[in-house]
């Protein structure tokens, strides 16, 4: 199944506006799934890291309508970097005892989004001109 960009970018704005109001009003929530303590420290990352949330929505938000091009390849090509990173790394803390479990749904979303990237990428320039 072929997803457009723009449903891709769209979907991705919108998740990154969730987790921004997650992460920055109750981070408690995300790192008890996590199975990781709350403290002063751990909520001024999180609430930090809420803000690159919104910044990542609004570049999302905004590309959404953009066609092929090398802008958009490198917005695709950063967000894949990033979320397959953080894929690895939240299987690492988990394998290391550093999270519990529940950082294995972040996990499935991570790759199910780098690869959703990665497939719009795929598609020939002249099929995306007519999908997007």
């Known amino acids: 199944m072929q997803i457009s960009f723009r449903t891709l970018s769209t979907f991705t704005a919108g998740l990154c506006f969730v987790l921004a109001l997650i992460w920055g009003l109750m981070p408690e929530v995300m790192l008890a799934i996590w199975s990781v303590g709350y403290s002063e420290a751990t909520g001024l990352v999180a609430r930090?890291?809420?803000?690159?949330?919104?910044?990542?929505?609004?570049?999302?938000?905004?590309?959404?309508?953009?066609p092929p091009s090398a802008t958009r390849s490198a917005l695709s090509s950063g967000l894949m970097v990033g979320v397959f990173g953080l894929a690895a790394l939240g299987?690492?803390?988990?394998?290391n005892g550093h999270a519990g479990p529940g950082i294995l749904l972040a996990v499935a979303v991570e790759i199910a989004l780098g690869l959703a990237f990665l497939q719009t990428q795929r598609i020939p320039v002249e099929l995306a001109e007519t999908v997007d």
């Open 91 to 95: 299987v690492g803390e988990w394998l």
């Open 48 to 66: 930090r890291g809420a803000v690159l949330f919104v910044a990542l929505g609004v570049m999302f938000y905004l590309a959404r309508n953009t």
